[in-house]
């Protein structure tokens, strides 16, 4: 569903990606290609936070990647406040935050030193930085580590200066791929509290998880994605059934495997 | 920390500094302990292994039985003094020697000048015979054994010794200063050219493997800083660690250089000979001036550069650090290959000035040319500019490569 309003359009995204002979081998096809984003149109609007929730190899990531601007799509565009990112990546990514859970930051350096690193190739004015470094670390309780190296932190402040370090630059909307990955309870509770602190100061956020707890505390819009293609997208409490997101998650994904959907 | 610093290529570069010099572990492993370890091993290691023979050859016994003066004398001048013994305590030392003790014993027959004197080669006479016995299992053997056999054949040939050699004029017409640094651009540039591989090595498949292996690209890709820009700032910030990483090793081996001479010249005097011939004494990097210096670190610089450059593409294939030094390792051959083809073939020849533009060869043959002080200048510029272009194109090739959507997935 696309609106009018929408700070941020997804419009028919598709993606294919080459297979080389050892990848077809293991997904034992004959096919070439593989399509990770098939034909995929979604809206978010400002303030929002839009979870994209689905398996592991269903097209999440690729599609954060796109409107990201770290890869191309094949065909379809994705426009960021107005602008494409296929015409304007550098634009877009001024206005953009990322973040991947696959992120390991260099645990050598401080959360000083990365903060004032990625500030200065983010282009931030050096009086910005500071102030700005002083409010965040502040806020999220990272100043009594800030001169500490990562590797002395535990894994929940090494992925809170991590989101701290996609916000460097104060963008308006944050694309967060899988953040919880591989999280433990505590650190996962942390990025939950950091999501809704944002929410609070009206970034709108997109979000893609296979958690469904985590989309049901935080999301407000919802889309699911299997296969590459995005099966249902809307609110959260007209998608969740009986206000539960993976019994309304599973029955579509059971009738597609059962050929009940295509 | 100060980040002023508005160009991005520096602004990585710095990055790069920042993660080296600050990781002590990094510093003292590839930095300071390869030049350390080369100085201990050369200046004292060398020297004591070098040393050890004379010094087990200081306990051996050289006993003999009815010696001419003569010899005695000749195998005093070679650091050898006889102990005379009667043909009665033959046996007991006999069998000393047969028990490894490190002796010798030079039996003389009587009157062995006279014999000598009176023999005439072509009367078909059997020859005066010295016996000498030994035990070649015992630690000293060879160092008494080689200065006997010198003395001995130094005493037989002066008896036919009919002219002299060299008495008022003459002698060798070589530059004893150009023997020197022959040696000198024979050793250094494989020794260079290994070091400076080593240290890309390290640093390299961290900075470009790691990065990737943490994901950290995506992050900086979605920042302002292009391609070209990060492929440019590696390449310079990891170029100056590799420089500097073989300056260390170099430095060890410069300075442990005068230590290692004096081993070569004084601890094997039966080469008294040879080193007088080489006049080791002139391996010394003092005849080197600061220009000399300068002109090398700027091909040793163009070179860092490109061997960065072509490790910094391999890498880049790599999903792990690990796998990445597997993958670049073997081009270590290659590199002593080029060094080694430069040594054996053209040391100290005026090659074509079309050789210098093959990049690394360029680099051997330059580096070799500085020690022997035989380099002309469009020959380094000629260097120096290859390698930075051949550089520059690495530099794009792999900001093509970071473009790939293979460098943001690792599995």
Redesign the interface.
């Known amino acids: 569903m696309l609106s009018m309003s929408a700070i941020l359009s997804v419009l028919n995204l598709t993606k294919t ?1 080459r297979l080389n002979r050892m990848q077809r081998k293991l997904a034992n096809t004959a096919d070439t290609r593989i399509t990770a984003v098939d034909n995929l149109s979604f809206s978010v609007n400002e303030g929002e936070i839009f979870g994209l929730l689905g398996p592991n190899g269903a097209g999440k990531t690729t599609t954060m ?1 796109i409107i ?4 191309n799509s094949d065909a379809g565009d994705v426009f960021v406040d107005g602008s494409s990112v296929k015409e304007y990546p ?1 634009k877009v ?2 206005k ?1 935050g ?3 859970g ?5 645990e ?2 401080t959360p ?2 990365l903060f ?8 931030v004015p ?1 009086a910005e ?1 500071l102030e700005r470094r002083e409010k965040l670390f502040n806020h999220f309780g990272v100043n009594e580590y800030a001169h500490k190296k990562l590797a002395a932190l535990s894994s929940g402040m090494k992925q809170k200066v991590a989101f701290i ?2 916000i460097v630059h104060d963008p308006s909307i944050i694309i967060f791929d899988e953040p919880t990955n591989g999280m433990d309870l505590l650190a996962s509770r942390t990025v939950t509290e950091f999501l809704l602190e944002l929410k609070k100061q009206g970034k709108t956020i997109i979000l893609s998880t296979h958690i469904f707890s985590l989309a049901e505390k935080i999301c407000d819009q919802v889309g699911f994605i299997i296969n590459g293609k995005l099966i249902n997208s809307g609110p959260l409490n007209q998608i969740a059934v009986n206000n539960n997101l993976e019994d309304a998650f599973f029955s579509i994904y059971d009738s597609i495997r059962d050929g009940r959907i295509s | ?1 100060n ?3 508005k160009n ?1 290529i520096l ?1 990585v570069a710095k ?1 790069e500094w ?2 080296f010099f ?2 002590r572990r990094m510093v003292i492993s590839a930095l300071i302990f390869p030049g350390v370890m080369i100085y201990i091993v050369y200046a004292f290691f060398v020297p004591l292994i070098m040393d050890m023979p004379t010094r087990k050859a200081k306990d051996s016994v050289v006993y003999a039985i009815n010696p001419p003066p003569v010899i005695q004398s000749i195998l005093e001048h070679t650091g050898i003094t006889l102990t005379l013994i009667s043909e009665n305590e033959k046996e007991s030392v006999l069998e000393g020697i047969a028990e490894r003790s490190g002796n010798f014993l030079i039996v003389f027959p009587q009157d062995f000048i006279e014999k000598v004197v009176v023999y005439d080669v072509r009367s078909g006479e059997v020859a005066p015979e010295i016996l000498l016995y030994y035990n070649s299992l015992s630690g000293s053997f060879a160092e008494h054994y080689g200065r006997i056999l010198t003395a001995l054949a130094a005493y037989e040939s002066s008896i036919a010794k009919k002219f002299d050699v060299n008495r008022t004029a003459g002698g060798d017409m070589a530059d004893t200063g150009a023997v020197g640094r022959h040696l000198i651009a024979i050793v250094l540039p494989v020794f260079l050219l290994v070091f400076i591989f080593h240290g890309a090595m390290a640093v390299t498949t961290e900075a470009i493997t ?2 990737k ?4 690209f ?8 292009t391609p070209i820009e990060l492929a440019a700032g590696k390449i310079f910030g990891l170029s100056i660690q590799s420089f500097l990483c073989g300056i260390s090793g170099t430095l060890g081996i410069a300075l442990s250089l005068p230590k290692l001479v004096d081993s070569l010249a004084s601890g094997f005097p039966m080469q008294d000979g040879m080193s007088a011939l080489l006049n080791l004494n002139t391996i010394s990097m003092n005849q080197y001036s600061v220009v000399d210096f300068c002109i090398l670190a700027l091909v040793l610089l163009s070179t860092a550069c490109i061997i960065v450059t072509i490790i910094s593409i391999i890498a880049i294939y790599a999903r792990t650090a690990k796998e990445a030094q597997l993958l670049v390792s073997p081009m270590i051959i290659v590199f002593l290959f080029i060094s080694c083809l430069n040594m054996f073939y053209n040391q100290g020849n005026q090659i074509a000035i079309y050789y210098y533009f093959i990049p690394i060869y360029n680099s051997a043959q330059s580096m070799s040319d500085i020690f022997n002080q035989s380099y002309a200048l469009n020959q380094i510029i000629a260097t120096i500019t290859t390698n930075i272009f051949a550089g520059a194109i690495g530099c794009f090739v792999l900001s093509r490569l970071l473009k790939t ?1 293979k460098m ?1 997935i690792t599995s």
């Open positions: 990606f990647r990201s601007t770290l890869i550098l990514r001024r953009i990322f973040l991947s696959d992120l390991k930051l260099d050598f350096f000083t030193y004032d690193f990625f500030s200065a190739l983010r282009e050096k930085t370090i996609s | 920390m980040f002023a610093v991005k602004l990055k920042d993660r600050g990781d790691g990065e292996e943490r994901g950290t995506a992050t900086i890709f979605i920042t302002s800083l959507e943001l």
